[in-house]
């Protein structure tokens, strides 16, 4: 261990930090794989996409006796998935790369599922299991990115905890139902 410099020197830091300016936040240091880094992060993009189309579906779909705290609780995710498509296409930019809007394909790209449902509880459940794919899909990216990109693993973990509470939410909703 004695060996092992725990940091570069600050001449080189330096020196490094002068190549490339035109590369701006990806730096010599960025030890991942940008191009893999992008598509996985347009993966997450069109994850976010579908699940805010989905759920802008069920707010203005949603009717019946209980539909009232439902749809609010829909529209509220909605935007929130907006606001992660938003951070995720920041950061793709930030790594040089270019955020994937393209309506074709969309679906392939996203790993959760569009389904319209047909009754409030459909969507419900419809959308708890588009949280839980999130959720899986998500953790993998996290432990994927690690060390590699942290600032690509914190906002993910931050996305990632919040798709917890949209889980959470949605299965106290299927309770009250009942
Ligand atoms: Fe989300
Ligand atoms: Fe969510």
Same mark, same amino acid.
């Given at each position: 261990m004695a060996d092992k410099p725990f940091l570069t020197d600050i001449k080189t830091l330096r020196e490094r930090a002068r190549k490339h300016i035109e590369n701006g936040a990806v730096t010599e240091g960025y030890v991942g794989d940008v191009t893999t880094a992008v598509k996985i992060l347009n993966e997450a993009l069109a994850t976010e996409i579908v699940c805010v189309l989905r759920y802008k579906r069920h707010y203005f779909m949603a009717s019946g006796i209980n539909a009232e705290g439902v749809a609010a609780e829909f529209l509220q995710h909605a935007n929130e998935e907006q606001g992660h498509a938003d951070l995720i296409a920041q950061r793709i930019v930030q790594l040089k790369g270019e955020p994937n809007f393209n309506p074709d394909g969309l679906l =392939? @790209?996203? &790993? !959760? %599922?569009? +389904?319209e449902g047909t009754s409030l509880v459909d969507m419900i459940k419809e959308d708890l299991v588009a949280e839980r794919i999130a959720i899986d899909s998500y953790r993998e990216m996290i432990n994927y990115f690690?060390?590699?990109?942290? =600032?690509? @693993?914190?906002? $993910?973990?931050?996305? $990632? !905890?919040? %798709?917890? %509470? &949209? !889980?959470?939410? $949605? +299965?106290?909703? $299927?309770?009250?139902?009942?």
């Open positions: =392939t @790209r996203s &790993h !959760a %599922e569009y +389904v690690g060390n590699d990109d942290p =600032t690509s @693993r914190r906002m $993910l973990e931050g996305i $990632l !905890a919040m %798709e917890e %509470e &949209h !889980a959470d939410d $949605l +299965v106290n909703l $299927l309770d009250d139902m009942h």
